[in-house]
């Protein structure tokens, strides 16, 4: 698959995921966001409580300031990554977020050390140690990413950078119509269109166990198994493409752009229109030739009905390694 670059991040598949880790900078910028925000909370939640606890003795006033700076300066940042899966307000602002070190979404452990080893990192240096750990790493992590295995990723890139998905095989074409995503989480989505954009780059059998590894679990995730016979890569471009022309109804829906007219990608369903070349796009992997799908969504024109059958059969195979249903 050639040399990795050190700031990409690269799955327990060696899988390379198009990834930007967040630099110095940018994550400056978020945390001085994040720290106003807690100081201000602090500052009004301790000005509260000491107007409520005048009546109380020392001993408990100062109970009461610890409890203060634990839940928010300490609890406060380690709900919110949990709760928003690694973007606090700050994050937000500056198009960041904390991520596993293989592309997936952090739990609560992750945030907890991160939580943890901020007080010392951010708070009890006033950030100091944090930079300069975050200076010397190869993808900008501070101790706390280091020690909770994350990293903290650049989630606006540049579009020209961004890798398209590539479409389905047009005969699975608004197949999973039908299929409930509801359940399948964000990481998964991101791991499966990391693979679809590089799957060309990988090596054939690390390529198929990752297929087969995705198609897993999002099949898991629907609660509906794999269609029988239908290869892993071309499922997953299928579901990716009813997940985004779902998406694009729903954002049609709330721009009250009306009905759509005849022929557009909402009226058949809401997926993109298809090339009708009868052609399947390259790196998908053959399927059965026994394997009888769902009529497809938009007529496919292939060659003539009169041309040779050799003629039929090249035209339909030609440069995709990837034989159509008969």
Request: proline letters at 9%; aromatic letters at 4%; one cysteine or more.
């Amino acid at each position: 698959m050639g040399g990795v670059a050190m700031d990409e991040l690269v799955t327990g598949d060696a899988v390379v995921l198009g990834l930007q880790p967040a630099r110095l900078p940018s994550r400056a910028l978020a945390i001085a966001i994040d720290l106003a925000v807690l100081l201000t909370t602090f500052v009004l939640v301790s000005v509260g409580l000491a107007v409520a606890s005048v009546t109380l003795d020392e001993a408990a006033t100062a109970a009461v300031a610890v409890a203060t700076f634990l839940l928010v300066l300490v609890g406060g940042p380690i709900a919110v990554e949990t709760l928003s899966h690694g973007r606090s307000l700050g994050k937000m602002a500056c198009g960041l977020r904390v991520v596993r070190d293989d592309g997936g979404p952090i739990r609560f452990r992750h945030s907890l050390v991160r939580g943890a080893m901020g007080v010392v990192e951010i708070l009890g240096t006033f950030g100091a140690v944090a930079c300069v750990s975050s200076l010397v790493s190869a993808r900008g992590r501070r101790l706390g990413d280091v020690f909770a295995g994350t990293v903290v990723i650049r989630e606006r890139v540049p579009a020209g950078r961004a890798a398209a998905v590539p479409p389905p095989p047009p005969w699975l074409v608004g197949r999973f119509a039908q299929l409930d995503l509801s359940a399948v989480p964000d990481g998964l989505w991101l791991a499966i269109r990391q693979y679809l954009t590089r799957m060309r780059e990988l090596d054939a059998e690390v390529g198929r166990a990752m297929a087969e590894r995705l198609s897993s679990d999002l099949a898991a995730g629907t609660g509906t198994p794999v269609p029988q016979g239908v290869p892993a890569p071309a499922y997953l471009a299928a579901v990716v493409n009813e997940r985004q022309a779902r998406d694009v109804r729903r954002v049609a829906a709330a721009a009250g752009r009306g009905a759509p007219t005849p022929g557009s990608a909402a009226a058949s369903g809401g997926t993109p229109p298809v090339q009708r070349t009868g052609a399947v796009p390259a790196g998908f992997p053959a399927g059965p030739a026994t394997l009888a799908p769902a009529a497809p969504a938009t007529p496919v024109a292939g060659p003539p009905a009169h041309a040779p059958r050799a003629t039929r059969d090249s035209s339909a195979t030609a440069g995709t390694g990837f034989v159509p249903p008969a």
